[in-house]
């Protein structure tokens, strides 16, 4: 023991670092922010060690080459002791990661933490969150695969809209005119270098300011913050209410980040690593790209926007959204923290976190995507055929064989971008279904030029038949009397 | 007091400063230089180059056909992704339309349904007509369309760049130098 102690003293009479280290670890903090809320901050730089070490590792065996990278990640998933195990690990990594800065994020603006006088603190947060949000970008990029081609695609896609810079913009991403070996290249220094470096300093800012200006007190509901008392109140309550840091608080920070590194473990073992998907080779074009999980919302929102709203939204949206967090401890960096007391906050978040839900939980299925297989693999089920007539019949097979059945579902089976079609009847006249079907609108296209006159004739014979029981199809009441009227000599309305 | 005299170390200190900016200036042009180099090469026209697509008779009157191509411009690490596909529908006789692959919406590949003469992307479901024109979801415009000729019973198109929304109008737009 005696050895350990002379050599321990022989560094710090050289580094000198012991003092310091033990004023930062017994610091006070106030009772109060020895709380479970409090431990996502340092869960999140944990991950992000985490993401360092196994991207370290990763690094070892991965090529970012457009022609090797691919069968590379296909020799870490199969032929590598445990590749599959560090690249799965690296991969739930980052979703946890993502997930425990904004729940971070959510925790520090429901507490009021961004107030006076963290503000700094709160702004170079909103620049972690954007570099962690690049990280997973350009992480979904290096798993070169299909995925990651298209999704390339549609980043580029998104580029050029920007007005006057937008395809230069292009070029810069992509490294050249196309997605190549240029553009994974890019993503691999961006990925590697340039943002974790970013991300290295901006930590360590984020970091010295938490600790320069105290960890935040539990909110009390009517504890205003005030510019010109706040500090000395602060410094009265860790005095007065204050522990030190080590070991009053910091034991639930280490338990939560073994649990979390637990968790991460346990969900790769689990569900293995992700992908990769089909060879990013552009001629495969039979694929639908998806973005991964924490980009599934904006995928849904680009599928649901009304075209013109779209590019004004991909443009201005995040600018927009940006800003509002930077200025937001500007904008309130003084008074009520407690959510208690912040309703507006409260429903900010809930409406925030209901919104980006429902959008993930609409991009699981896409309704707003043809099924390309529905008009070959769903049959029409048989209740709609019994008792129908040849011409109905026929109608029945020209709605499979042009692929109504693509975007409209029969029996809960196929596409849902447009209605289903089970009692279609009851909703459209027999002159409505022609002009739907022949003019398109509401988003259909118009299948005039595709139909000969018989097949629209059958088509819309088979959709008549399509109402419930004992409900009559739609009629158009002035139809009946014009028919009505033709046998008392009047002549026909004139259609 | 001597205030308005410069020291010689503070001289020597300003030299220093002006002397590394000097450096820093030099140094930053081929640096900027670099980055920018996938615009400017963008301006060489290697990449504009006219692509075969191949014999005229492989593609029937009134049908509309999956064509692959490479892109003119290789470089030795870019694997499968020179490869490129885009859809041929041959009209009648000479008369050719070439869409690029890519959904004027985002860019995802878009597939041809001849049964319903529609083009569908699996995206966000962008539907187009037979010959391009823009049928229903969220793109706002046509599918692209390639420049071609036929020449010699062969096709060619000028397909060198990857067509996106923005970057469409100096694709087909405006007339392109030939290479």
Redesign the interface.
């Known amino acids: 023991m005696r050895l350990i102690s002379q050599i321990g003293e022989w560094f710090d009479q050289r580094l000198q670092l012991a003092a310091p280290i033990r004023e930062i670890s017994e610091h006070p903090v106030p009772r109060s922010s020895a709380s479970w809320w409090y431990v996502f901050g340092s869960a999140a730089l944990t991950i992000f060690v985490l993401q360092i070490v196994t991207g370290i590792l990763l690094a070892m065996i991965y090529v970012p080459s457009a022609g090797e990278a691919w069968s590379s990640l296909q020799s870490l998933n199969h032929d590598v002791t445990l590749g599959w195990f560090i690249r799965a690990m690296h991969g739930w990594g980052s979703n946890f990661m993502v997930a425990v800065v904004l729940i971070h994020m959510m925790q520090v603006f429901l507490f009021g933490a961004y107030k006076f006088p963290r503000e700094l603190t709160w702004i170079i947060g909103i620049f972690l969150l954007l570099m962690t949000l690049g990280m997973a970008f350009s992480g979904q990029v290096l798993r070169f695969d299909q995925d990651a081609y298209w999704g390339l695609g549609i980043g580029a896609s998104i580029a050029s809209r920007v007005p006057i810079i937008g395809p230069f913009a292009v070029k810069l991403m992509l490294g050249g005119p196309i997605i190549a070996g240029a553009t994974l290249s890019r993503f691999f220094a961006l990925h590697v270098f340039v943002i974790p470096g970013m991300l290295v300093g901006f930590v360590s800012l984020h970091l010295l300011m938490v600790l320069k200006l105290g960890i935040n007190e539990w909110p009390m509901p009517g504890r205003l913050v005030k510019r010109s008392t706040y500090v000395s109140e602060y410094h009265e309550l860790t005095k007065k209410d204050g522990a030190p840091f080590v070991p009053y608080a910091v034991w639930k920070d280490m338990f939560f980040v073994a649990f979390i590194l637990v968790a991460i473990a346990a969900c790769a073992v689990y569900f293995g690593p992700f992908g990769p998907t089909g060879r990013p080779d552009p001629t495969i074009i039979q694929t639908s790209p998806k973005p991964d999980y924490f980009f599934l919302w904006l995928y849904a929102l680009l599928s649901l926007l009304p075209p013109s709203m779209e590019t004004p939204a991909l443009l201005i949206g995040p600018v927009v959204v940006i800003l509002l967090l930077l200025l937001l401890p500007f904008l309130s960096g003084e008074g009520e923290k407690s959510w208690r007391r912040r309703p507006i906050a409260v429903l900010t978040i809930s409406l925030i976190a209901i919104s980006l839900g429902t959008l993930t939980h609409l991009s699981g299925y896409t309704p707003w995507s043809p099924h390309m297989n529905a008009w070959s693999g769903d049959p029409v089920p048989d209740r709609f055929l019994h008792g129908t007539t040849a011409l109905q019949r026929q109608g029945a097979l020209v709605f499979q064989v042009k692929q109504c059945r693509n975007c409209h579902s029969l029996g809960d089976l196929g596409g849902q971008r447009g209605p289903a079609l089970d009692s279609v009847a009851v909703r459209l006249t027999e002159d409505q279904l022609i002009r739907q079907v022949i003019q398109g609108g509401g988003n259909m296209p118009a299948y005039g030029k595709n139909l000969s006159p018989a097949e629209t004739t059958a088509l819309v014979a088979f959709l008549e038949t399509l109402h419930p029981a004992g409900q009559a199809p739609a009629r158009d009441a002035s139809r009946d009397l014009a028919l009505s009227e033709t046998p008392e000599g009047h002549a026909p309305a004139q259609p | 007091m001597a205030d308005e005299s410069i020291s010689r170390r503070g001289l020597f200190m300003k030299l220093g400063i002006l002397f590394n900016g000097l450096v820093a200036t030099a140094l930053a042009v081929p640096i900027v230089g670099f980055?920018?180099s996938?615009?400017t090469?963008?301006r060489s026209n290697a990449?504009l180059a006219w692509v075969p697509l191949g014999p005229v008779n492989q593609f029937p009157e009134g049908e509309t056909r999956?064509a692959?191509f490479k892109?003119p411009?290789v470089?030795?690490?870019?694997?499968?992704?020179?490869?490129?596909?885009c859809w041929v529908r041959r009209v009648e006789g000479d008369q050719f339309q070439v869409f690029a692959?890519?959904c004027a919406?985002?860019?995802?590949?878009?597939?041809w349904?001849p049964?319903?003469?529609?083009f569908?992307?699996?995206?966000?479901?962008g539907?187009y007509?037979r010959d391009g024109s823009r049928?229903?979801?969220?793109?706002?415009r046509g599918l692209f369309e390639y420049p071609h000729k036929v020449e010699n019973g062969l096709i060619t198109i000028q397909a060198?760049?990857?067509p996106?929304?923005?970057?469409?109008a100096?694709l087909i737009g405006k007339k392109l130098p030939c290479a």
């Open positions: 980055v920018l996938s615009i090469r963008g990449y999956l692959t892109n411009n470089m030795p690490t870019d694997g499968k992704t020179v490869d490129t596909s692959i890519n919406h985002l860019g995802c590949p878009v597939r349904f049964q319903s003469g529609l569908m992307c699996p995206c966000h479901g539907a007509y049928a229903s979801g969220p793109p706002e060198g760049e990857l996106t929304p923005g970057a469409s100096a």
